[in-house]
């Protein structure tokens, strides 16, 4: 059961890991292939195009000049989905038959701009009015870790969202996570309520007895000096968790 407790550097160039002799002109049917994946993305967006299709689109960059289908065929089988093919760690990515450090680079892209553009969707919004759009920001930055994380959302006096922050990060099944820490960064940020966030990278989110102990540490820490804890969000692979709703807090 789990409970509380930037990758290495990911570029030495841009060749791919066993460079290839490649014609210096794309075969007809690469050529083609590739022109009516983009015209059926431009005219249909990502629904119209299952996950191996949209990720030989992201693939197109990284290997110009080659048939990326088997490789985005591989990716899936080995992680499962896009969303797992792009979060997945550098090292098991290079494990990958045909994986390089361009491959690396536009799939790390991708994933940036994905939590870039959940984050935005939540900042500086009341947590009330955006809830789904905070789990669904949760869940896209976190359910994808081999690693628990803990982070922090950071409320006013409205309840707003002022903050968003990691505090700390450890191994598979153990993250470290001191109270008063929290409640120092809480006053730092002139906080009037917190909302706790951590990741099982088992994909269960069910507490463990660790993690009420340690909520409850919290709680009382905060509201020694006037800070709410107003929930706890454990994110599995494919559902969350949350305290207040299971009479947990």
């Known amino acids: 059961m789990s409970h509380f407790a930037e990758s290495p550097t990911l570029f030495r160039d841009l060749d791919e890991a066993k460079p290839v002799p490649v ?5 007809s049917y690469i050529k083609d292939h ?15 195009m299952p996950d191996y299709e949209l990720l030989e689109l992201v693939l197109f960059r ?8 088997p490789l985005a065929r591989a990716l899936l089988d080995q992680f499962g989905d896009f969303n797992a093919v792009v979060a997945a760690p550098v090292t098991q990515l290079k494990a990958v038959k045909g994986v390089g450090d361009a491959v690396i680079l536009e799939l790390k892209i991708v ?3 994905a939590h ?17 759009a905070i789990i669904d920001y949760c869940h896209t930055v976190m359910a994808h870790r081999d690693t628990e994380q803990f982070r922090i959302l950071y409320l006013d006096t409205k ?5 968003d922050e990691e505090q700390a990060k450890g191994t598979i099944d153990h993250v470290p996570v001191y109270p008063r820490e929290v409640v120092k960064r809480a006053l730092e940020l002139n906080a009037a309520a917190l909302i706790l966030v951590h990741n099982h990278p088992s994909g269960d989110p069910t507490p463990s ?3 009420i102990e340690m909520t409850a540490k919290i709680t009382n820490a905060a509201f020694a000096v006037d800070v709410t ?6 994110i599995g692979k494919n559902r969350e968790l949350s305290f207040r709703a299971e009479g947990l807090l």
């Open 23 to 27: 014609p210096a002109k794309l075969p």
């Open 34 to 48: 590739r022109k009516r994946l983009r015209d059926r993305f431009l005219s249909g967006g990502a629904g119209a």
């Open 62 to 69: 990284a290997i110009p000049r080659q048939d990326v289908k």
């Open 111 to 113: 994933e940036a701009s």
């Open 116 to 132: 870039r553009l959940a984050r935005s969707r939540v900042m500086q919004r009341h947590v009330i009015s955006s809830w789904q």
């Open 159 to 163: 309840n707003t969202l002022i903050a």
């Open 209 to 211: 007895t660790a993690d």
């Open 229 to 234: 804890v107003h929930d706890h969000l454990i």
